[in-house]
């Protein structure tokens, strides 16, 4: 069974440019998650979704981020524009369902962006 | 709020010795607990995870944690160490009435000596 995909694994911009991140999660897997995670710290989440539907975007910086689950299958994150502070592993993350009853999270291997 | 505390940054054991990484978690209700390991390159991988019952917990690559509610922790051990156990370890709380998010602690570095 392939896992979550992510691209690009690395990133290099300077500030006030735009990124975008890529994720494909597992098939057949309802949730998906972005997480950030900056050095020496775990990772935090982002945003949640549901389908194509957002669940729980509490903690997306929606001056900057934005994200897009089209399709309820793949999904993009977007940072416009960009900013030191977001130097950062994003890491996606996909699970059968959310709710009621536990469903493991899957991994995938991140995208490293560096802001410069 | 769910948070949890990892309190050693960075851990350096030799190859064969045993392990045990701290985790501290702070949650009013029954928190529901996890140990992941992510190495290198990779992403995160589920090693263990405590509901409820027995509070010994048996996880892959032979990781165990203890779930002690009077101290709030959750530790994780394995006997032996292997030189491929060299990784960063999360540990991370969840509820069920949140939805089984997961809040991470700051990670715990372990490097192996030969």
């Given at each position: 069974e392939a896992g979550v995909a992510q691209s690009p694994r690395y990133k290099i911009i300077e500030k006030r440019q735009s990124v975008a991140f890529w994720c494909n999660p597992i098939s057949g897997h309802a949730t998906l998650y972005w997480y950030q995670q900056i050095l020496g710290q775990g990772p935090k989440l982002l945003i949640q979704f549901q389908n194509n539907g957002v669940?729980?975007?509490?903690?997306?910086?929606?001056d900057r981020f934005s994200a897009e689950r089209l399709k309820g299958v793949d999904s993009t994150l977007k940072i416009?524009?960009?900013?030191?502070?977001?130097s950062a592993v994003y890491l996606c993350a996909s699970s059968l369902d959310s709710g009621d009853s536990y469903n493991e999270q899957f991994f995938g291997p991140g995208t490293r962006l560096t802001v410069l | 709020a769910q948070s949890v505390t990892q309190p050693d940054i960075h851990i350096t054991v030799s190859e064969g010795a045993s392990l045990e990484l701290r985790c501290n978690y702070s949650y009013g209700a029954t928190p529901y607990l996890f140990w992941y390991v992510q190495s290198p390159g990779q992403g995160l991988q589920l090693l263990l995870k405590y509901?409820?019952?027995?509070?010994l917990v048996q996880g892959i690559k032979g990781f165990e944690a203890e779930f002690k509610r009077s101290q709030s922790s959750f530790n994780l051990r394995k006997p032996s160490v292997h030189w491929s156990d060299a990784a960063e370890y999360f540990c991370a709380v969840g509820a069920r009435s949140n939805d089984y998010k997961l809040s991470f602690g700051a990670g715990t570095t372990v490097t192996v000596r030969a």
């Open positions: 669940v729980d975007d509490s903690q997306l910086p929606k416009q524009p960009a900013k030191l502070e977001d | 509901f409820s019952g027995d509070t």
